[in-house]
């Protein structure tokens, strides 16, 4: 079984603070994604990364960063936490050869005050 | 870039009838389709997925249409039954490997005993 696993489930910061959300995938994947899940809004990619020290940014990158050091490995990262950025986050990765499934973690709760 | 447009945002069936969630995209290129389920706090799954070479396909009680002319999809779900029961996301990409996929806004399907 594919196994994507963030590190925080529930987090509770405040408004300035810098938040580092971890992701960690046990099978080898090349891509890795973060989406960001909202009532009515669905899911919306923030930044993606193919490769180890590479990345993309997705559609609603403002406010966010990323890091992918090892292939295992993404994080996000709130420079300077706001209240607009309490969400669900969802990291992601896939197989570049398997079509575009991707496989979801468990998701971070995260609320800024 | 591409846009998924999903409707109903909600839906409700008696358990037993059948449930049809509609996809619309705009890039013509298109052409991978999964359907993700996400029930009450879990991550979203992949349960079904259709390549835009065929125009149907279909797993037990599960299928999913495509009509690329018009550029939209929609997954049929027959016998519901309260297992049913989540958020459904349509998503779109463009090729393999490492395209990135876009989703709609979800479906919360409600199954009435």
């Known amino acids: 079984d594919v196994k994507v696993t963030q590190s925080s489930r529930y987090l509770v910061k405040r408004t300035g603070e810098k938040v580092f959300l971890e992701c960690v995938q046990d099978m080898d994947h090349e891509n890795m994604f973060w989406y960001r899940q909202d009532p009515g809004l669905g899911l919306r990619l923030i930044y993606f990364s193919y490769d180890v020290k590479m990345k993309e940014k997705g559609d609603i990158p403002e406010g966010y960063s990323v890091s992918r050091e090892k292939k295992e490995r993404f994080s996000l990262i709130l420079e300077s936490a706001s209240t607009n950025q309490t969400s669900m986050y969802l990291c992601?990765?896939?197989?570049?050869?398997?079509?575009?499934?991707?496989?979801f973690g468990e998701g971070s709760w995260l609320t800024v005050v | 870039g591409e846009n998924v447009e999903q409707h109903p945002s909600t839906l409700s069936v008696q358990e037993g009838d059948s449930a049809v969630i509609k996809c619309t995209y705009s890039d013509s290129a298109s052409n991978y389709f999964p359907w993700y389920k996400q029930e009450l706090g879990k991550r979203p799954q992949l349960i079904i997925d259709?390549?835009?070479?065929?125009g149907e396909k279909k797993d037990q009680r599960i299928a999913v249409t495509l009509n690329k002319t018009a550029k939209h999809f929609s997954l049929h779900i027959t016998e519901t039954q309260p297992e049913d029961s989540a958020v459904y996301f349509c998503?779109?990409?463009?090729?393999?490997?490492?395209?990135?996929?876009?989703f709609g806004t979800g479906t919360r399907l409600t199954i009435i005993p």
């Open positions: 259709i390549r835009s070479n065929v």
């Open positions: 992601a990765s896939s197989l570049q050869s398997s079509g575009n499934t991707i496989y």
């Open positions: 998503a779109a990409s463009r090729s393999f490997g490492n395209e990135k996929l876009t």
